[in-house]
């Protein structure tokens, strides 16, 4: 099975952590700085912990955060991804779906304010 061998292939493991030392490439591969991710994955990563069982490792706030963002950056396919990663397509299409949805629950009132009358105009 092709997802056995994820932490000598998957691109979580290799490309990701490479780029990582690369500034301009870490830019190019999740269309964000590092230091941008890493003060992403500070706030989201209390929210996104996975669960792990006898059977599977959990995975990680950073890689649920890393093919969230390739997903949002590239717009493959979930089956792509789950290719890239070493991952289920369902898998994937569950971080994504978790991590889109913690993103917008954690973030919104930082980001987006509700509207009032003065900044109605």
């Known amino acids: 099975m092709i997802n056995i061998c994820r932490k000598s292939f998957g691109e979580f493991y290799h490309?990701?952590?490479?780029?990582?030392?690369?500034?301009?490439?870490?830019?190019?591969?999740?269309?964000?700085?590092?230091?941008?991710?890493?003060?992403?994955?500070s706030h989201l990563d209390p929210y996104l912990c996975g669960i792990g069982t006898n059977f599977r490792e959990r995975i990680s706030a950073e890689q649920r955060l890393v093919i969230t963002l390739r997903f949002l950056a590239t717009g493959e396919s979930y089956r792509s991804l789950a290719l890239h990663f070493r991952l289920g397509v369902a898998t994937v299409s569950n971080i994504v779906n978790h991590t889109c949805m913690v993103i917008w629950d954690t973030m919104k009132s930082d980001y987006l304010p509700k509207p009032t009358q003065a900044t109605l105009g």
């Open 15 to 41: 490309l990701y952590r490479d780029a990582r030392k690369y500034p301009e490439k870490f830019y190019e591969y999740l269309r964000m700085s590092k230091e941008s991710f890493d003060l992403l994955l």
